[in-house]
Structures are given as C-alpha cells and as structure tokens.
C-alpha cells in the first residue's frame, strides 16, 4: 500500500493543523495506522495509533491535545492536532502494519510551531 501526507505547515503555539494520510487501497484491513514524528537527530517516535476496530493511542506527550480518525470510504487516516508546543516541531509520518508481514511508510510532512 502507499501512503501520501499532508496538511503540515507553520502555526504559532496554541494552533491547530489537522494532517491527511491517503492510502492507496482500502484501509477497512489494515490492522494498525500509526501516526509517527521525528526531529532531526533523534529517533522517530510513536504519536497515535487507530486499529482495524477504532480502537486508538496516544503518547502520554500529545494526549488530551491530538486526535486520530480515519475515514475509510476515503482510504484516509487523520490527526488532528491543537493546542500545539514549539516542542510538537517535527517531520510527521504516516505508517501502515498488520499483525504479520511488510509494514508501508509515507513520506513526511513538516510541522513547524512557533513560539
């Protein structure tokens, strides 16, 4: 499957964006649809994730403040974000796995939030 990011760009600090992961194929079987971010230097890290079943989850940093969603007729996973930190500046990446085989990664999207 392949996936495509959007809907990052520059906000000040207690904005919000919302990012769009389109897949290529249906997701309604894909297992888990992660949200992942990376800073330049540092290792990627896990943001949220959605299960087949709706089920999500979040990192204790972005809890109460971000939200995952998809829209399956659309193929497209979401993450809300508001209430944005300076500290929420990374490159954002979309990531497909299931329980066994391959996993799929997007390409990033930039978030830049200013102070």
């Known amino acids: 499957v392949q996936l495509q990011a959007s809907g990052g760009g520059l906000v000040q600090a207690g904005g919000s964006l919302r990012l769009s992961c389109a897949a290529s194929r249906s997701i309604r079987s894909i297992n888990f649809m992660d949200w992942y971010r990376q800073v330049p230097g540092n290792q990627r890290e896990l943001v949220a994730t959605?299960?087949?079943?709706?089920?999500?989850n979040y990192a204790v940093s972005v809890k109460g403040r971000f939200t995952i969603s998809r829209d399956i007729p659309e193929n497209t996973v979401f993450l809300q974000m508001n209430s944005l930190k300076p500290e929420d500046t990374a490159v954002y990446y979309c990531?497909?796995?299931?329980?066994?085989?391959?996993?799929?990664w997007g390409q990033g999207t930039l978030v830049t939030v200013s102070s």
């Open positions: 990531h497909a796995r299931n329980n066994f085989g391959p996993t799929y």
């Open positions: 959605i299960t087949n079943s709706g089920s999500t």
